[in-house]
T-cell receptor, first 113, second 113 residues
Framework: AQSVTQPDIHITVSEGASLELRCNYS??????LFWYVQSPGQGLQLLLK??????LVQGIKGFEAEFKRSQSSFNLRKPSVHWSDAAEYFC???????????FGPGTRLSVLP | GAGVSQSPRYKVAKRGQDVALRCDPI?????LFWYQQALGQGPEFLTY????????KSGLPSDRFFAERPEGSVSTLKIQRTQQEDSAVYLC???????????FGDGTRLSIL
């Protein structure tokens, strides 16, 4: 069955430290891959997406993600975390662009001052 | 506003009551999705419209859930005879066409007492 896993339920980092959030998927083919961020009481904001081509994609707010086909992974990274990055992060996949997303369970990020 | 608008933001209902949740997509957006997000989990797909046509309703959890988009713009998600397990945030997303990114509203938080 198609699935998306985010192994880390909750991560805490210090402000200024680097960040990596993990995402793995289980699909028969390489899906479209997305990262969304959700602040409390808010909807989802798209950080970045991967369709094809360069496996390192740049997004908004200084985030980047790397697609690794051999590992079925699409990990999100940021070199220096800001306090405002504290939020819930969701990895999502779709078999084609117009299809509904399948979301992972999310990783909650806390940032220490 | 320019974004996806959902109303009400919060809804409290007694078990057994019917509720209706509204989504105003971005003007001109053809595709519209509904998702259900339980507390502490990622969103789960409910149903998808392309214009007024409901092309996929495979995610609706029971026949108590009904969605419509009669004029291809505003959509309403109706839940009949609500149960406690229906308590969740209901997210609406729209896209210009199936090949464009989904834009999410802030959601309706539904609490069933």
């Amino acid at each position: 069955a198609q699935s998306v896993t985010q192994p880390d339920i909750h991560i805490t980092v210090s402000e200024g430290a680097s960040l990596e959030l993990r995402c793995n998927y289980s699909y028969g083919a390489t899906p479209y891959l997305f990262w969304y961020v959700q602040s409390p009481g808010q909807g989802l904001q798209l950080l970045l997406k991967y369709f094809s081509g360069d496996t390192l994609v740049q997004g908004i707010k200084g985030f980047e993600a790397e697609f690794k086909r051999s590992q079925s992974s699409f990990n999100l990274r940021k070199p220096s975390v800001h306090w405002s990055d504290a939020a819930e992060y969701f990895c999502a996949v779709a078999l084609y662009y117009g299809q509904n997303f399948v979301f992972g369970p999310g990783t909650r990020l806390s940032v220490l001052p | 506003g320019a974004g996806v608008s959902q109303s009400p933001r919060y809804k409290v209902a007694k078990r057994g009551q019917d509720v209706a949740l509204r989504c105003d997509p971005i003007s001109g957006h053809v595709s519209l999705f509904w998702y259900q997000q339980a507390l502490g989990q990622g969103p789960e797909f409910l149903t998808y419209f392309q214009n007024e046509a409901q092309l996929d309703k495979s995610g609706l959890p029971s026949d108590r859930f009904f969605a419509e988009r009669p004029e291809g713009s505003v959509s309403t998600l109706k839940i009949q005879r609500t149960q406690q397990e229906d308590s969740a945030v209901y997210l609406c997303a729209s896209s210009l066409d199936p090949d464009q990114p989904q834009h999410f509203g802030d959601g309706t938080r539904l609490s069933i007492l």
